[in-house]
């Protein structure tokens, strides 16, 4: 796995604290930032089947058995059933409006289906795979990282370091030192990043699937805040 690292320390601040018996308390407070670029291995990829009938039944048929073939061809290319799964149904009324009358069209029926897998060398048989049986609307894709808790952890970590290195140089600086930590704090980070590909139409795809896949890196930060003692 390729990545590549970014630190950096910010918002040092010197906090004096309540006085005690033995004097005045001094602590030193710092945030510490680190970042983690990773090359995603795994693909998520959110496409859907639109069938529509004026009858309810047929429209529902036909959407089932176009479905039934995508799960299919999905597992002809290798991949698990459990790689391949239905992520909700839709089922409304069409109708289409004039100023003269309101004209009922059928039902439409919406299967959306969210396939994963890691091979990313993959992305333009399956797209063909399941356009040829019956996907008509591709929504999106998505590129992560099937490791993301090591490096988040890995991040965390630098962070701390980064903390601990600056706090020592502005001590330092100041004719002061460190002590033990007080307070450690972590701040809020997006759980999952993604590296996102809407596709917006379906004139879209023949461009998208004849061009290059470059998925790029995710970027996986972590911030954290410390509190030090601040001895002389």
Known sequence: ???SILLTALAVLLIPSAASAEGTVREI???GRAEVRVVPDEVVLNVA???MNEKLRQAKWENDEKVAYVFKVIRSLG????QVKTDFINIEPVYENSRIETKFLGFKVKTAIVITFQKIDLIADVLSAVLEVGVNRVSGLNFQTTEFRQHRDRA???ALDAAKVKAQEMAERLGSKIGKPVLITEGVQD???RVSNTIQSMESIGYWMDGPI???QLSIPATVSVTFELLD
Do not use: N, Q
Not at 79 to 82: E, G, I, Y
């Open 79 to 82: 991949l698990d059933a459990d």
């Open 191 to 193: 759980r999952y990043p």
């Open 1 to 3: 796995m390729k990545f």
């Open 49 to 51: 089947v639109e069938t």
């Open 214 to 216: 470059a998925p790029g």
């Open 156 to 158: 965390m970590l630098m």
């Open 29 to 31: 407070t710092v945030t």
